[in-house]
């Protein structure tokens, strides 16, 4: 190897504090520092994420009733000639770190494409926060600065396991790769337990996704929505539907479970099914406070061992 060659991997892969967010992420880049994939010494390709890497926002949209939620997909902005010996690759449950000036925060994709260098996130925009106002006015064909893949969790399909999949609100995007990586392989025999909490239906996300992966056999779901509301003078007293609200049935769609209540790690029992084999293995997505009232509670509900825990 060249010295020059030899600086430039070596820049890729150093890391110093300045590159941490400081919010304390439980994944924080100082301990998992981006490394080169897998897949990408397979491909005989560059992990083209690995520094800091321009990426063209493609498209932009709302969500539907929330329009502090966003949709944003970005495509590599590079026009050099060495853009074919590069891939992208952002394993399932990895994030990447956002940087506008010395402003970083991560997101975690919910779509990557290998080839087309390509990957959507889902932002929910914080009131006053500063990363929000800079990504409130992002526009198609804006060039933004991403790097990663930030990140410890890793899926043997060899092993077959019974994953629970607790997530809140937008953090059920980073879920979606880990859920499709199990049922889109044929071999995999592990079950997924996907359990959801959003404040009512409308802020449940990707559930046109979640219905398609409800037609898996090893795929079951639960959405928890406390404050799941119709206008009704029986719900409207209650001060959220009944389980037996007929506005509720009609919202529901094909294969939807739901419960109207905050979803408490000790009913976690019930979705145990002593009989099915499989390694118990624990995600939880969402934020701090999120993970640490479900954390242990929820693993020792579920009986799964520390080490299979995984906080995203
Ligand atoms: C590993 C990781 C992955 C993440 N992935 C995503 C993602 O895919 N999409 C996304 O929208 N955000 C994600 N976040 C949060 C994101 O990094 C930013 O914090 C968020 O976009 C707000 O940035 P900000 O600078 O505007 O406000 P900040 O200064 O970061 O936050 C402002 C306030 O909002 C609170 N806050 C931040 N995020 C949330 C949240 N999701 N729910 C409730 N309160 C919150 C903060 O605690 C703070 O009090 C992720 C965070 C982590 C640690």
């Known amino acids: 190897m060249t010295a020059n ?6 820049d890729v892969f150093t890391i110093q504090d300045s590159d941490c967010c400081g919010n304390g992420c439980t994944n924080c880049i100082l301990d998992n520092k981006p490394r080169p994939s897998q897949r990408a010494l397979l491909a005989g390709k560059r992990n083209i994420i690995l520094k800091y890497t321009s990426f063209r926002l493609l498209q ?18 590079a026009e050099s000639d060495d853009k074919d010996d590069c ?10 770190m956002l940087r506008i000036g010395s402003l970083l925060r991560p997101y975690s994709p919910y779509w990557t494409d290998f080839a087309s260098k390509e990957f959507k996130i889902l932002v929910k925009l914080q009131p006053d926060g500063p990363m929000s106002q800079h990504l409130v006015a992002v526009q198609p064909n804006d060039r933004l600065e991403f790097r990663g893949p930030i990140g410890n969790y ?3 399909s060899a092993v077959t396991k019974c994953i629970y999949i607790i997530c809140q609100g937008v953090a059920v995007a980073p879920t979606l790769p880990l859920v499709g990586q199990v049922l889109e392989n044929e071999d995999d025999m592990s079950r997924i337990w996907h359990l959801m909490c959003a404040p009512d239906l409308q802020h449940v996300y990707f559930r046109d996704q979640l219905l398609e992966f409800a037609k898996y056999w090893n ?34 769609r094909y294969k939807e479970r739901v419960c109207l209540h905050r979803l408490e790690a000790n009913e976690l029992k019930q979705h145990v099914a ?15 406070g999120f993970q640490r009232a479900m954390g242990e509670a929820a693993a020792k509900a579920l009986g799964v061992a520390q080490e299979n825990v995984y906080l995203l």
């Open 5 to 10: 060659r030899e600086q430039k991997v070596e």
């Open 60 to 77: 932009r949209e709302t969500h539907s009733g929330d329009d502090q939620v966003l949709f944003l997909h970005f495509g590599n902005a």
């Open 87 to 96: 891939v992208l690759d952002i394993p399932p449950g990895h994030h990447i």
């Open 154 to 156: 890793r899926h043997d």
């Open 219 to 252: 795929y079951r779901s639960c959405l928890y929505v406390p404050h799941q509301q119709c206008g009704s003078d029986a719900c409207l007293e209650a001060g959220h539907c009944r389980q037996e609200c007929d506005e509720l049935r009609r919202s529901l």
């Open 274 to 288: 002593p009989a099915i084999p499989g390694l118990p293995v624990l995600i939880i997505a969402g934020d701090s």
